[in-house]
């Protein structure tokens, strides 16, 4: 922002003078003196610079504000086998990642958790982990496989519709093993993707939404990605993906406003995860366990989407590179520098598997 801002000031003096007149609470009757032409420039390109000083505190000040309290959605409710007492918080894709800490935090704030994923072995070690951690928390887990496009949520929603839902966390995803040509993309991984990312996604929040809706509190998270931001050469289905729930929550987000059901994609740039394939922590790359505490602490927050609605970049690594992708530089620029990112991947992916390869054939 400040190398952009400071071109900005050098190419225009007297944008650079108004400016610092400005700061010193100078008087400004010089201006006068001007030529028009120059002086309505010089005036827009103040309000530009404006906006995007404006755009930026923002930014900040949502940061450093908290969000919603989770009590407005159910927390501390009491046991769920009571319809008019109880609200568990449902999460899919829970067993590993972002899932597991949005179960196991949503369990310390006070909701019930109802897990779903796949696999029962690891669902059972996830709802042992809780009742340990937070004995008075009940935790149901429900096995599906989000990847059938013949999966039984008829199963689900007789599971579900006895409990008063007050979170849904539509976390469960599934990306490429590495950057792929579309063309190269095996037919089921594109039909996985799709089938995990997105039509689940509104399987699950169609069953919990009437419910929410008639009891008039809810909150629906849907884990979103920066590959909706900025689209993704080589990952091209998964971007697509993830658009569509950048949008549909929008969508949706507007729908239910007045009902008191809360609707909100959490743009969310890397993390340590099995999916991501990174295991070091940095500032700008959280562990799951940072990045969902920034999430709860920030509902209702846009952070880094400054200026669009049911949107919201929390964590503060990852909200002014949000920023900064919205605010500098063209869209065919980012495309540019996404397919020239994931080739580079893709490089090193292939160099990676031939070494193996090679290591392979010489243990034998």
Known sequence: MLIGLGSLLHRSPLLARMVLALLRRESLDWATDCPLTTLVLALVGAGWLGSYVLSFARMLVDLARPGIPLKRFGANKGAWAARTDSCPAVVTGATAGIGRDFALQLAGAGFNVFLASRTTSKLDEIAQEITAKYPSVKTQVHAIDFSDAKADYAA????????????????????????????????QDMIDIVEINVNAALKVTKIVVPGMVSRKRGLILNVGSFASLIPSPLLAVYSGSKAFLSTWSQALGSELKGTGVEVELLNTYFVVSKLSKIRRSSWMIPTPKTYVRSVLSHIGVQGGAVGQPHISTPYHGHAPVQWVVDHFMSAGFWLNYNRK???????????????????????E
Do not use: M
């Open 156 to 187: 689900l929603k007789t599971a579900l519709d006895p409990l008063d839902v007050g979170v849904l966390v539509n976390n469960v995803g599934k990306s490429y093993d590495e950057p792929t040509f579309f063309q190269d993309l095996p037919d």
């Open 341 to 363: 990112l994931h080739l580079d991947i893709r490089r090193r992916a292939l160099r990676k598997r031939e070494r193996e390869a090679a290591k392979a054939v010489k243990a």
